[in-house]
């Protein structure tokens, strides 16, 4: 037991030490030797969890799909809302969920690896599967395409933003961007109930965080 905590825990250094990495130098200037380094280990302790900078980097890929620790709720449209606005919180501060996105949006990378949008898109959508059957939904809401407009415009937002910088923090512009999607998709009784003020965000990860300890 304590060899394999401590194998899970070298493998969290090591995508922690190459997304901050990617993040740095991008995929194609990044290299095994940096990330080594930085993670403080061996060449050897690398390559008996990853065969190669890009197992890598779908390592680091594969984190930025999660919902664990969102927490069931009433209305399951906040579900939605509360995995988008607590990722929002998370990105800025958490550098692996920050360089999958970097390298999702890789036009290099997307070619060899795997990116993280179908997986996104499947949750997302299953959460707008059983919205519809709850009755939560307006009519002509379609789980698919809803699930694909919302993971789009919040990586948008997530995009544009850390280039025009404006006071604001992501989790207040996704909250705001779901203010202007939501009233498209949730039947007003419903759109009333759904709480995507700032803040909301943080106390879902700090939710998650007492859960956890």
Excluded: C, N
Aim: no cysteine.
């Amino acid at each position: 037991m304590a060899s394999q905590a401590r194998g899970v825990r070298t493998r969290r250094q090591l995508l922690e030490a190459a997304a901050t990495t990617f993040l740095e130098h991008g995929y194609e200037g990044a290299s095994i030797g940096e990330i080594t380094q930085r993670a403080g280990l061996t060449r050897g302790a690398v390559y008996f969890h990853f065969a190669s900078k890009e197992e890598l980097a779908q390592g680091v890929l594969d984190e930025a799909v999660t919902t664990e620790g969102v927490r069931p709720q009433p209305i399951r449209l906040q579900e939605l809302v509360d995995a988008a606005m607590a990722l929002a919180y998370r990105l800025p501060r958490e550098p692996v969920l920050a360089a999958a996105l970097r390298l999702a949006v890789d036009k290099g990378v997307r070619g060899s690896l795997r990116t993280a949008w179908p997986e996104w898109i499947e949750l997302l959508a299953g959460i707008l599967e059983d919205a519809v059957r709850r009755g939560e939904t307006l009519p002509h809401v379609d789980p698919g395409e809803a699930a694909r407009l919302v993971m789009s415009s919040w990586t948008g937002a997530a995009l544009v933003l850390d280039g025009v910088p404006d006071g604001h923090d992501l989790e207040h512009h996704v909250g705001t961007l779901l203010d202007y999607l939501l009233p498209s998709i949730a039947v007003p009784a419903v759109l009333a109930r759904l709480d995507t003020a700032p803040g909301r965000g943080q106390r879902v990860v700090a939710e998650m965080a007492r859960d956890a300890s």
